[in-house]
């Protein structure tokens, strides 16, 4: 058995800025005469409480380097836990969830899915309405801190193409200390100048806030409500647009390395995935449904863009935009931005595996040319990236399966399954009348939403008969 | 470019010169029987057998035939394209008044062995075209048979080289001893075809019944000579049905062994070893869920799941009643069976056994890689050891599979069908299956069933096959 006290001691230092989130929200009601400030400054205790406990009973005598065992349980175990410390102003607020429905709500908030089983957000209070928000927003952080500094270590699904030198346990560190700290600097500053646009454009500020955590997280809470048109609806769109983006890549690139986007084929295939999508709504929205050029344009690509990234399915409805939506929202953004989903990348090799194949039914005796880009990609990684696809497919089986047993049928079992697994909710909630579904539902959907959010192999390595054994 | 693609010429030539002669069965049903369309029949039955013959004379060289590579493929490609054109002749000048998009449908179906008709009304239907139509699934299932064993993996597709025979070189030429295996299994499959029409004769179908269903069910196709499909009849015939589908999906050349050594045969084979626990499994569960979730007993409900996930899971399509009525997790349950396909080297569809069992005990491997960085794992199916060519294969056709699918839904939902329906259609289609996932064939807009042809050859002929055409590479010299 390895040692747990890295690990406790990694949640503790997890529960504390998460306790220290719930703050804002509890200033906000004490400021509004809301009686919901004394949840909040209670939960803030508590979580600040055991965070602080944790990291203080928990210092490992030296800094240790990280085990691949310690990093999988820090990973599935932060997740969770943080997820209960969230789900408390939800089960004890003014809403009163139950236990089920709360840890629901923190989950779809924290993994940045954002859907929910609260009433609209007109009559919400505002230290709720911002609790979701930072969670959402705190759930991209995380996102970008797995992929920044876990993933790639962990080798999960190809990421390692995206791995900094250095060893195990030292990578984590190193990533998160060096393009980490630029990461969240460039994920801050991006969600001011959102801010900044939407106040420019009009909106009252805190609801201007609101959407830029909503965007640029890729959770989208608040746009369940009628998503801004004009200037603010273009920001928006930027922002969804630019939170599918690889924020490594970005970051070299503003320190002027601008090669780094120049060779990224992965921001290359988002952008044409984007065009596509958008060019083929705006079709459909124009030659099926009959709207006009300004409708079409201002949807289309809102919805695509929404899709891809996991933010919001936009207001288009109908059989085409239903299926694209499914299939966009479960493919993904780029690896290194914080949406969910399989990621661009991924397919990228697979396609280029597939393609070399074809070359190969050709020309049996081919050697295929360095140029060829599959030869550089090796058997191992797309092996990882195969073994990841399939691991994505089965997990999505397995939840949409386990939806249908609770009695979701055929439609919604699919669609549900994938949403939450590729953590794409878009605040609108999982459908009228969700909170009446069984509890199995949501606890699927919560497993999901965190199965989609770790990647599931950190969670699958906890389940390997190998990982307890000393 | 003409003295190149000579052979293909050729090939495809003699193909439709048998098509025609065989069409004349139809004919001469329907003339024993005074039938409306022994006219339908025996014109298209010349028409074919004089195209196929000019075809064939003008392109004789003399000589052996060379089929390599290329050649190969687009023997295959044209072959199955211009035999599928002439099966629909009789069913777009028979009695039926279906338009002709509707017979090329009919007959795409039919030879893909997938199954979905377009006949609105089978039960009145002239009997000749039900022979005709069981007689598509029957080629159909055949050719995939022959194809499985001798061409793929020659072509070395989707990691169907794993099962090359250890004599055939690597020019991708059809050797000898390939096509004496593929000799055997062709006749095996034969074989099975009478011994399940018999079977289904004794069951309590009449005569014409048990032959069509003999054919339609070891080929996996699944065309039905009554509109309720397999409906029409009692619990005995359904259990021969189960029996005859797991037969037509398995592994033919295993059974090429001596019949004393099948119980070991099958338990060495790996990938038929772990589809029978698959069907086992499944049927279970949803066994289990249709006896929780209806007034059913348990021996009924075990026998309408048993029969309901061997008909999807061996690509037939054979239906008993509206399974989409039992609720959503058998809907969600069997629409992920329509992935799994039969075995290589049988006539099922679908992505194939062994390549989701290879595919999982690589990623397996991967995971526990993980933990032990230094660890050497070896993948084996069976007794066969797995190599790193076949598994980059294996993963380029899966992946190729799932993006297919997508693509084609997509196409699906722009024609205006609904989410549900163009997500099992598209399964339906690419796998093969044809009926029972609840898509609704005949109400399909025109688009929509051009679509789902295409899909069905792609899936047919294991997409490579296909897709390489249209690669400019294979057109350059």
Sequence with gaps: ?470 | MGGVLRPVFFVTGVLLLGLGAIMAIPAAWEAILRGPDVRAFAVSAMATAFFGGALALSSWGGGGVDLSGRRLVLAMVAGGLSACACASLPFALSDLDIAPIDAVFEAVSGLTTTGATLIPHLDQAPKGVLLWRAILNGLGGLGAVVMAVAVLPALRIGGMQMFRMETSDRTGRVKTRASRTARTAAGLYLLLCLLAAAAFRLAGMAPFDALCHGLSAISTGGFSTRDGSLAAWGAGVQWVAVAAMIAGASPLPIFTASWRRWPAVVREDGQFRAYLALLAGSAAALALWRWASSDADAVESLRQAVFAVVSIATTTGFVDGDWLRWGGFAHVALFLLAFVGGCAGGAGGGVKAFRWRVLLSRTGAHIRRLLHPHGMFVIDLGRRRVGEVVINSVMAFVALYMVTFALFALGLAATGVGLPSALAGSAAALGNVGRGLGTGWLSLPDPAKLITMIEMLLGRFELFTLFVLVTPGFWKR
């Design chain 1, 1 to 470: 058995m390895f040692d747990p006290r890295p690990v406790l001691f990694l949640i503790g230092l997890l529960l504390c800025p998460l306790a220290c989130a719930m703050l804002p929200s509890a200033l906000l009601d004490l400021w509004v005469h809301d009686g919901d400030w004394m949840v909040f400054a209670a939960s803030a205790g508590t979580t600040l409480l055991v965070g602080l406990g944790l990291v203080l009973g928990m210092r490992a005598p030296r800094a240790k380097v990280l085990s691949v065992r310690q990093i999988c349980l820090g990973v599935v175990l932060g997740w969770t836990v943080a997820v209960l410390f969230a789900s408390l102003p939800f089960a004890l607020g003014r809403d009163a969830l139950d236990w089920t429905d709360a840890i629901f709500e923190a989950a779809a908030g924290l993994t940045a899915t954002a859907s929910t089983l609260l009433p609209p957000p007109e009559r919400l209070g505002a230290g709720v309405l911002l609790w979701r928000s930072v969670l959402q927003w705190m759930g991209g952080l995380g996102a970008l801190a797995m992929a920044v500094a876990v993933l790639p270590v962990l080798r999960v699904g190809g990421m390692e193409i995206f791995r900094v030198e250095g060893g195990v346990g030292d990578a984590v560190r190193f990533g998160l200390s060096r393009t980490g700290v630029k990461v969240f600097g460039l994920y801050t500053a991006l969600t001011l100048a959102a801010l900044a646009a939407l106040i420019a454009c009009g909106l009252p500020p805190f609801e201007a806030g609101l959407r830029a955590m909503a965007v640029l997280s890729a959770g989208g809470y608040p746009l369940g409500a009628p998503m801004a048109g004009g200037w603010a609806g273009l920001v928006l769109l930027a922002g969804m647009i630019a939170a599918g983006l690889p924020f490594p890549v970005l970051v070299r690139a503003l320190e002027g390395d601008w090669s780094a986007v120049r060779n990224s084929r992965q921001l290359r295939w988002y952008a044409g995935v984007l065009t596509v999508a958008s060019a083929a709504l705006i079709a459909w929205g124009m030659l099926v449904r009959g709207a006009g050029w300004g409708e079409a344009l201002t949807l289309g690509p809102a919805a695509a863009a929404g899709a891809l990234t996991g933010t919001s399915p936009g207001m288009v409805s109908g059989g085409f935009p239903a299926t694209l939506l499914l299939f966009l929202g479960l493919l993904g953004g780029c690896a290194g931005s914080v949406t969910g989903g399989i990621k661009i990348f991924r397919l990228r090799l697979l396609v280029a595996g597939a393609w070399s194949q074809m070359r190969l039914l050709l020309h049996p005796h081919a050697v295929l040319s360095a140029r060829d880009e599959a030869q550089t990609v090796t058997t191992d990684i797309r092996e990882s990236v195969m073994g990841f696809l399939l691991i994505y497919a089965l997990t999505f089986a397995a939840l949409a399966l386990s939806l249908a047993l609770f009695g979701l049928d055929f439609e919604s079992a699919v669609v549900q399954a994938a949403r939450a697994i590729a953590d794409f909710g878009g605040g609108t909630g999982p459908g009228p009348g969700f909170a009446a579904q069984p509890d199995g539902v949501k606890a699927t959907l919560t497993i999901g939403m965190i199965l989609g959010r770790v990647e599931i192999y950190p969670v699958l390595v906890l389940f390997a008969p190998t990982f307890w054994e000393s």
